[in-house]
C-alpha cells in the first residue's frame, strides 16, 4: 500500500451514523444505521430532504436504539432506478429490506436469503450492495466471529423476481467468495461498502475497527479503499486520518463521495471527497 491519500471534507451531514451511500440523478442518498430515514444531498453535501423508510420511531436511549434498528448498511440502484435499503442481518430485527420507488416504499422478507447465507458465514454482517452486470453483489463484514470478508454474487432477475413478490429467497445465491484483506495498522480490515468506477470495475471501502463482533462497535485506526478484480484486491489505498468510512460512491467526473460513521450519536457524519490516482 502507498502513502495515504488526502480526504477533502465537503460538508457536515444530518445524522450520526452514514452507513451506505449512493449517486443518482446528481443526488446523493445517505442511510444511517441507526435512523429509518433516507436522506438526499447535493453533491457537495446541501441537504435537500429526507423520507422515512419505515412507520414508527426509534427510542432515543442508545441500547435499546440499538437493539431495535433496522440496521440499513447497504443501499444499492436497480438498473431501473429504484433504490434498496437493506439491513445487515447481524440479528434478527436486521433481515428486512426497504424498496424505494418513487415516492412508494415497500418492506422486502430477507429472512430465507440471510438464513441461507448465515449457514455458510461465521457471523453474517453484510454492509454493500451493488449491481454489477447480471448480479447484485453484496459484501460481507468480517469484523464478527471467525473475521470471513466474502464477496456475495445474487441473480440480479431473480432478486428483481423476489422483489416482486415481497422477499428474496436462497434460489437467487448463485456464489460466496472469501475476500482476504489483511490489516491497517495492525488491525484486521474489514468490508464497508461497494460502488462501481466508471470503468464499471468494483471499487470497495475497508475499515480498520479493533473489534470481533459484528455487533460491538470498537475504536477505528483507519480505513482504505481498493479495487476487487475476480475475487481478489488489485489495488488499495490507505486514506488519511482514523474516520471509519461506510460508504463510497463514483460520480460522473471520476470523483469518488464518501462518508464516515463515527459510532458516536453525539457527533455527525461527514463527507468527504476523494480522488483516487489512475491505475
Avoid at 146 to 170: E, H, M, W
Avoid at 220 to 229: D, K, Q, R, T
Wanted: proline share 4%.
Amino acid at each position: 500500500m502507498t502513502s495515504s491519500l488526502p480526504l477533502q471534507e465537503l460538508a457536515t451531514l444530518r445524522l450520526a451514523a452514514a452507513s451506505a451511500l449512493v449517486a443518482l440523478d446528481e443526488r446523493l442518498y445517505v442511510l444511517g444505521d441507526d435512523e429509518l430515514l433516507l436522506q438526499r444531498y447535493s453533491l457537495t453535501g446541501g441537504f435537500i430532504d429526507q423520507r422515512p423508510l419505515l412507520v414508527g420511531e426509534l427510542p432515543q436511549e442508545q441500547a435499546a436504539r440499538k437493539r431495535l434498528k433496522p440496521d440499513f448498511e447497504m443501499l444499492c440502484v436497480l438498473p431501473d432506478g429504484r433504490l434498496l435499503a437493506l439491513g445487515s442481518g447481524s440479528t434478527a430485527q436486521r433481515c428486512r429490506a426497504v424498496l424505494v420507488d418513487g415516492e412508494q416504499t415497500r418492506v422486502i422478507d430477507l429472512g430465507e436469503l440471510y438464513g441461507a447465507l448465515a449457514a455458510q458465514l461465521p457471523e453474517l454482517n453484510l454492509e454493500g450492495a451493488v449491481v454489477q452486470g447480471q448480479q447484485l453483489l453484496l459484501a460481507q463484514r468480517g469484523n464478527g466471529r471467525g473475521g470471513v470478508n466474502a464477496l456475495i454474487s445474487l441473480d440480479l432477475p431473480r432478486v428483481l423476481d423476489g422483489l416482486r413478490q415481497g422477499g428474496l429467497s436462497a434460489s437467487a445465491l448463485c456464489a460466496l467468495q472469501p475476500v482476504e484483506l489483511g490489516d491497517w495498522q495492525g488491525v484486521p480490515l474489514s468490508l464497508t461498502d461497494l460502488c462501481l468506477d466508471g470503468q464499471g470495475r468494483l471499487l470497495f471501502s475497508a475499515a480498520a475497527e479493533d473489534t470481533a463482533s459484528s455487533y460491538h462497535d470498537g475504536a477505528c485506526a483507519g480505513s482504505v479503499i481498493g479495487c476487487l478484480e475476480a475475487g481478489r484486491v488489485s489495488r488499495q489505498w490507505s486514506l488519511s486520518g482514523q474516520a471509519k468510512i461506510e460508504g463510497l460512491a463514483m460520480l460522473a467526473d471520476g470523483s469518488l463521495r464518501l462518508v464516515n460513521d463515527p459510532d458516536d450519536r453525539q457527533q455527525r457524519s461527514r463527507l468527504f471527497r476523494l480522488d483516487l490516482p489512475q491505475f
